[in-house]
């Protein structure tokens, strides 16, 4: 899932932006050009944004996935000096 | 830990949740006053501004509060819990005050919204090291075998921060007119200063805390972290319990919570159309109905344990959440509620012209108050195309219904929709500080459970508003679609913390 994730925010911004963007090129008059490219400004901060905090995540969940599928979780440790024995 | 007589911990206790419900009230009211502040500073016909005003919203909201846990949670393994919370709060209480302050655009040009971005980071960041911090501090001074029960106290400040807010907002509104709480340096700014006499207070408290016992006995003994930050998030035995706290615990929790709280009043307010009084008092009822929940959820989990409240909260959150919402939509249908009620009257409509540059015809405007024999009120607003050439008909553009307000049936029906969306809030928050507390050693404690909290509450739960509204804009979508973000988010971490997480109190947090 955690590389589904990250494909799928990629291809939300890519085409989210996009469509922005379009709308820049089909305003009309110079007022409303002026105004979708602020918003297409801000519709790429957004995705930006979206894109830095939840990849690293995405990531995270990978390296969840990996440990779950060693069974690094079958038994959670009871103490600290398990945890640090956990290397 | 048994030694802290119930007095004492009674003490540990109000200080905590004093100072961290301010923290919360200062963060809300910044939500809450939204609209104004937007107003005031960030001027959307200005491109920086509106700029800056995204940043606001989401750095503040999203990014900072989990590095505010990475920086505070440091230092409160490195200095101790009461030094770094008592910052903290300083930082949290100056900078509201200080937003509350700031000349408005139209004075100070550009500088009014860099200002309020600066000092929103702040917010953020002290937010983030504010709750890891009360979490352990009183965890640290709880009993054995009443951790759940001392923490859950600590639980109810992030929903009475909302229920303040909202409160002291809604009084100031009502005391003077709409025009005087909205001018530059109107009753908006009111909920702003007062903070910095709570935050005061909170201080002054504060200070005559005494550091947690087994962080001072660490300390004593020279085992404190040198670097809790690699300790946390570089050893693979902590980076693992840290992934399976945000992934099968935290990360449900914030979604859970976000939509019970924040989308539910969003919901009311842009989709169903409540009027803006009705939309929060539905909110300040059901929390005050919900909050004592939390401290009887914390209380249970001491009994049974953490984990399968919380993955109860998930999944009545999840198998719940679309007949609640469809609910609210069914209720306020006018023209359902039309086939079945009669109109009792309705008032003269205004009617607003706007001409068509470069042409003769017109926009108008036509809003019409409406009163049903039920109790039932609103606007209808419909907007047609007027042609200059009087044999074209007129082109309808619009027809909404706005400002409802409910009878009052319906209004406690609303109330118990969303206590019962807040409940579950309860189920999955009351218990979860105790148990992320048990999850880590003393040592990086306060580090290690700072950042899944945030990371679950500040992403994926504070990102609820806004990617549920986004998914109603995709094609297709419906006023429902936005909630299969948080049932999604709900459901995976069901699963994972169903099969992964363990039931079991740990009893010895000195370890």
């Known amino acids: 899932m955690g590389p589904a994730a990250i494909l799928f925010l990629i291809w939300q911004a890519y085409e989210k932006v996009g ?5 820049v090129a089909e305003a009309l008059t110079e007022a409303a050009k002026e105004a979708a490219k602020g918003v297409a400004l801000n519709t790429f901060l957004q995705w930006a944004i979206i894109i830095a905090v939840f990849v690293p995540i995405a990531f995270g969940f990978v390296i969840f996935g990996k440990y779950a599928l060693q069974g690094e979780y079958d038994h959670l440790p009871e103490s600290s000096k398990e945890i640090e024995d956990g290397v | 830990m048994s030694q802290q007589p119930s007095s004492g911990i ?59 846990a990475l920086v505070f ?32 655009y139209k004075s100070i040009g550009v500088w009014a919204p860099i200002l309020v971005l600066v000092l929103r980071l702040v917010q953020g960041l002290a937010l983030g090291g504010e709750y890891g911090g009360a979490a352990t501090y009183v965890a640290e001074h709880a009993p054995v075998g009443r951790r759940g029960f001392f923490t859950s106290w600590i639980q109810t400040t992030a929903t009475l921060g909302l229920f303040l807010s909202l409160g002291v907002i809604l009084i100031t509104k009502s005391s003077m007119t709409d025009e005087a709480f909205k001018s ?53 035995g902590n980076l693992k319990m840290v992934l399976i706290a945000l992934f099968g615990a935290v990360m449900g929790q914030g979604v859970i919570w976000y939509t019970g709280q924040f989308y539910a009043q969003s919901f009311l307010e842009t989709k169903v159309m409540l009027d803006f009084e009705q939309s929060r008092t539905v909110i300040l009822w059901a929390i005050a109905f919900a909050t004592p929940f939390f401290v009887f959820f914390g209380w249970l989990s001491d009994k049974v344990g953490r984990k399968w409240i919380m993955m109860l909260g998930m999944l009545l959150g999840i198998l719940t959440y679309r007949p609640i919402y469809q609910s ?60 200059a050439d009087a044999s074209i008909a007129p082109v309808r553009a619009s027809q909404n219904f706005i400002e409802k307000r409910l009878p009052q049936s319906t209004y406690w029906y609303f109330i118990l929709l969303v206590f019962v969306q807040i409940l579950y809030v309860t189920m999955v928050y009351g218990p979860i500080a105790a148990f992320l507390v048990e999850l880590f050693p003393t040592k990086i404690r306060y580090t290690s459970m700072s950042l899944p909290y945030h990371i679950g509450n500040g992403v994926f739960g504070g990102l609820v508003p806004f990617i549920a509204t986004l998914i109603t804009t995709f094609k297709g979508a419906t006023p429902l679609s936005g909630l299969w973000y948080p049932i999604g988010v709900a459901a995976v971490c069901l699963v994972i913390g169903s099969i992964y997480l363990t039931n079991k109190i740990d009893e010895d947090v000195m370890d």
């Open chain 2, 184 to 236: 530059e340096w109107g009753g908006w700014r009111y909920p702003f200063w007062a903070s910095i006499l709570l935050v005061g207070v909170s201080i002054y408290i504060r200070l005559k805390m005494h550091e947690s016992p087994l962080f001072s006995k660490l300390k004593k003994e020279g085992k404190t972290s040198a670097n809790p930050l690699k300790e946390s998030f570089v050893h693979k």
């Open chain 2, 73 to 104: 949670g440091r230092l409160g393994d490195l200095i101790g819990r009461k030094y770094t919370f008592l910052l903290t709060l300083v930082l949290m209480g100056g900078s509201t005050f200080l937003i509350g302050v700031i000349p408005g």
């Open chain 2, 328 to 387: 609210f939509l069914d209720e306020t249908n006018v023209a359902t509620l039309l086939t079945s009620t009669e109109v009792a009257s309705t008032e003269a409509p205004v009617v607003k012209e706007v001409a068509i540059p470069e042409s003769e015809n017109i926009v108008r405007t036509t809003t019409t108050p409406t009163s049903l024999v039920n109790g039932f009120f609103y606007k209808e607003v419909t907007v047609d195309t007027v042609f």
């Open chain 2, 10 to 68: 009674g003490k540990v206790i109000f200080s905590s949740s004093l100072g961290t419900l301010i923290e919360w009230y200062d963060f809300y009211i910044f939500g809450s006053l939204a609209t104004i502040i937007s107003t005031q500073f960030f001027p959307e016909e200005q491109g920086t501004a509106a700029l800056l005003s995204t940043l606001a919203i989401f750095a503040a909201g999203f990014i900072v509060r989990p590095f505010g």
């Open chain 1, 19 to 23: 469509l922005a963007n379009a709308k």
